[in-house]
């Protein structure tokens, strides 16, 4: 029986789950066979911990002298604190090597003081901003010396998302592979609910998407699903609802 949360009551399996979860496991370990290093983006979101999950279980499974892929965080240092409770809690537990990447503190604190507190709330070019400094330039720190990474991404997510391919070579010089690219937010969260995967607490309070607390919110029965990222902004265009991660120049 599926449990009385907003995770148990929302997992729901689509008809070809088995399929999709086999391509996904296909995927990930023809990248961990190809490249020697390689990391996984995780925001401590719903998808993040089933790649997880499926890594911890395919490290086991391979038998790999070097296992070579490891985990990184970009730790904003505006994430909820259901988030760091996660990020805790899986350094502490899992098989994997968690990295964690902080914006370079100067820049950070200069931007507050003669931006404001709030700053990405006033415009696009300071949200954007704020993202750079906070998301951006430490990712390219965790990428560095890698030659594929793994992300959550989902087509279903946004229309901006819907053309993601599980296997991305556009960037000559990383791979990105989006493994989960044709599951469903119900397949994600019956695959938790299945394999009692430690989950955000925040998915439990109608977060579908995590992100950082001062630009995240619940969404609404009906909402899209990343309505509650940045909300003040409009949704048109395609750098909407994306923090510069996954958006292509
Ligand atoms: S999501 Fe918000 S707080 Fe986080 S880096 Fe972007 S603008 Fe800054």
């Not at 038998?63 to 259901?82: C, I, M, Q, S, W």
């Not at 968690?98 to 931007?111: D, M």
Request: with cysteine; proline share 3%; glycine share 6%.
């Amino acid at each position: 029986m599926a449990s009385l949360t907003a995770v148990g009551l929302q997992a729901n399996a689509s008809k070809s789950f088995a399929e999709k979860l086999a391509n996904t496991k296909t995927v990930l370990k023809e990248a961990l066979l190809a490249h020697s290093r390689i990391t996984q983006a995780s925001s401590l979101g719903a998808e993040d911990v089933v790649i997880t999950h499926l890594l911890e279980s395919l490290k086991a499974e391979l038998g790999l002298a070097r296992f070579p892929a490891d985990v990184f965080v970009l730790n904003t240092g505006k994430l909820h604190v259901e988030t760091l409770a996660l990020l805790a809690n899986s350094q502490a537990t899992s098989t994997l090597t968690w990295r964690v990447f902080e914006p370079v503190q100067e820049q950070a604190i200069q931007f507050v003081k003669t931006r404001g507190e709030l700053a990405m709330r006033e415009s696009l070019d300071l949200r954007k901003a704020c993202c750079h400094i906070r998301k951006v330039e430490p990712l390219g720190r965790a990428l560095d010396g890698y030659s594929a990474w793994m992300t959550g991404m989902r087509a279903e997510q946004s229309a901006a998302r819907a053309n993601v391919h599980a296997v991305d070579t556009t960037d000559a010089k990383i791979t990105k592979y989006n493994p989960l690219v044709d599951w469903t937010w119900g397949d994600v969260l019956h695959y938790i609910v299945e394999n009692n995967v430690p989950y955000n607490a925040l998915h439990d309070k109608f977060y579908p998407s995590i992100g950082c607390e001062p630009c995240t919110r619940a969404v609404s029965l009906g909402e899209d699903f990343r309505a509650g990222r940045w909300w003040w902004e409009n949704a048109d265009g395609v750098s909407a609802k994306e923090c510069g991660l996954h958006v292509k120049a």
